[in-house]
């Protein structure tokens, strides 16, 4: 035997290499969905994808995945040369605290910037007649606005006038979201879309800033760093998911319809900011998300975290609140907006930018003639899906977390749900993701700093490469799979990316207690493990 086959520093070089291809691999199967509509037209020119055989099509699939795996190998090479750092079995970087918090504040700057030029600006260069072509992201109605027009604004007006506007129009606005926009009425048209709109900008801010002073207090604080760098990425996760919200074509869809999702976000996420600062105060918090759910109806799932926190006491100032908005109009106005919302919510209009599970199925039949008519329920099933993956989130959540993290958790896991059940979930409601983005994000910042396990940074890159289909439209590549253009496939997974870590993050939790777990110190790479 030769002596350099015991050699432990060649075999320890051996083990980082294999885990940096391991993660190359890994990146490179996560990166390929997101980037595979940027790359082929590079690689093919003219000649379309679609028009190959399957045999064609998986190898070049492969072929994009292998060279996606390559570089991000030999960055990590390069990186790790520079930097003096080793990629070793059980993390995934050998670095010291404020070293870890500098590179995760690079790379998220860094995936945000990347998420904006994919999808504002690369993708609408088409690689094949070499052409910028900036098309409408989506179905453009004029004049602007025509769901604030049609619903916030003319519904109130036509209640002021003795309209009935569920026997005469059929509306399914909820009866108090035309008592909550009544004041609105105060204005012509045209300048309460403007006021709409200034209101949907200053909603979303509104939410991330609670979010965010939630992630700082409930998790980043945990992180027993300096607390100006607590505030600093406090503050840095903020400008950066506002910066995406704000870049993404569902927030422009959203200001485009005049649709009012991000105020009932805001009612919700005011109802668990309260819920977490002033824990006494059941009533203001089963009003602020009564509110949001009377203005618009999934909201309501926000009520187990209530129900989690109070038990039973919430059961009757919920019904009691609820009960008074729902008669808000009178009983017979609820009787009637019950029935017209059953009619609707079993005849939605599906198309492709509708990414309820009901509409995605629909959408399915329509581009597969072939599929038989024994999966004639798909549109239930699909419907059904993301109601039993929160539910079983849920009670993991509820099992292996407690005190204000599950809380947090629970309002994360309860986003895709809001997203995906409606039978009419149209892709402007994708501005609510912002909210679960930024507290899953906080999450992996929290674990990778204190543990950098391999797992965590793969999710993280995941949950960018997700947030690149979530923030761009499905115009931009419309050769691109029906499971990529329509939000559904991808929400789904990001709600089953919620359950994995549920079981370390509990012991990190226990950890900070001082009950087990290692001092957060003791948790630091041993100096010997790192090079010289």
């Not at 409408?136 to 009935?164: C, Q, S, W």
């Not at 226990?510 to 100096?527: L, R, Y």
Request: proline fraction near 5%; include cysteine; hydrophobic fraction near 55%.
């Amino acid at each position: 035997m030769k002596p350099e086959d015991n050699d432990p520093d060649e075999t320890s070089q051996k083990s980082h290499l294999a885990n940096s291809l391991l993660i190359a691999i890994l990146g490179g199967i996560i990166l390929t969905f997101p980037l595979f509509n940027v790359i082929t037209p590079l690689v093919l020119g003219e000649r379309s994808f679609t028009g190959r055989s399957t045999a064609v099509k998986v190898l070049i699939v492969f072929a994009i995945c292998l060279t996606i795996a390559a570089l991000l190998f030999a960055l990590l090479f390069a990186l790790q040369k520079v930097f003096k750092f080793r990629i070793g079995p059980d993390k995934v970087l050998d670095l010291t605290t404020h070293q870890r918090y500098f590179s995760l504040i690079i790379f998220i700057g860094s995936a945000v910037a990347m998420i904006y030029f994919l999808n504002n600006v690369f993708g609408y260069l088409n690689c094949t007649c070499w052409e910028m072509v900036i098309e409408d992201p989506f179905p453009l109605i004029n004049p602007v606005g025509v769901d604030f027009r049609t619903g916030i604004y003319a519904d109130p007006k036509m209640v002021l006038e003795g309209h009935n506007i569920y026997v005469e129009m059929h509306s399914n606005y909820p009866p108090f979201s035309n008592i909550f926009f009544m004041p609105l009425q105060l204005l012509n048209e045209n300048a309460a879309y403007i006021v709409d709109i200034l209101l949907l900008f200053a909603a979303n801010i509104v939410t991330l800033v609670l979010i965010t002073v939630l992630v700082r207090d409930v998790i980043l604080v945990k992180l027993k760093i300096e607390e100006r760098l607590i505030d600093m990425m406090a503050i840095f996760l903020f400008f950066t998911i506002l910066f995406y919200t704000f870049s993404s074509y569902g927030f422009l869809f959203s200001i485009e319809r005049g649709n009012y999702d991000s105020i009932a976000m805001m009612f919700s996420v005011l109802a668990i900011y309260t819920l977490i600062k002033k824990p006494d105060s059941l009533w203001l918090q089963v009003i602020f998300l009564s509110i949001a759910t009377h203005l618009k109806i999934y909201p309501a799932a926000l009520f187990l975290a209530l129900f989690v926190k109070h038990g039973k006491k919430m059961i009757l100032p919920s019904l009691a609140v609820n009960a008074l908005m729902l008669v808000s109009l009178g009983f017979r106005n609820a009787y009637l907006f019950i029935d017209v919302m059953t009619h609707y919510t079993a005849t939605p209009y599906s198309w492709i930018g509708n990414h309820s599970g009901f509409s995605f199925a629909e959408v399915l039949f329509d581009a597969n003639e072939t599929l038989d008519d024994a999966i004639s329920s798909l549109p239930i099933l699909l419907s059904i899906l993301p109601l039993v993956i929160w539910t079983v989130t849920s009670g993991l959540v509820i099992k292996f977390l407690k005190g204000d993290l599950r809380l947090l958790y629970l309002t994360m896991v309860s986003i895709p749900l809001m997203c995906t059940l409606p039978t009419v979930s149209h892709d402007y409601k994708l501005i609510l993701m912002s909210v679960a983005f930024l507290i899953m994000i906080g999450v992996l910042i929290y674990k990778l700093m204190r543990t950098a396990k391999a797992w965590d940074a793969l999710h993280l890159l995941a949950f960018f490469a997700l947030a690149i289909i979530i923030g761009r439209s499905y115009v931009l590549y419309p050769e691109a799979s029906l499971f990529i253009n329509n939000k559904y496939t991808p929400l789904l997974v990001i709600a089953l990316l919620m359950i994995p870590g549920l079981r370390s993050l509990r012991d990190l939790q226990i950890a900070d207690e001082g009950t087990s777990a290692p001092d957060f110190q003791a948790e630091e790479a041993p100096a010997e493990a790192l090079p010289s």
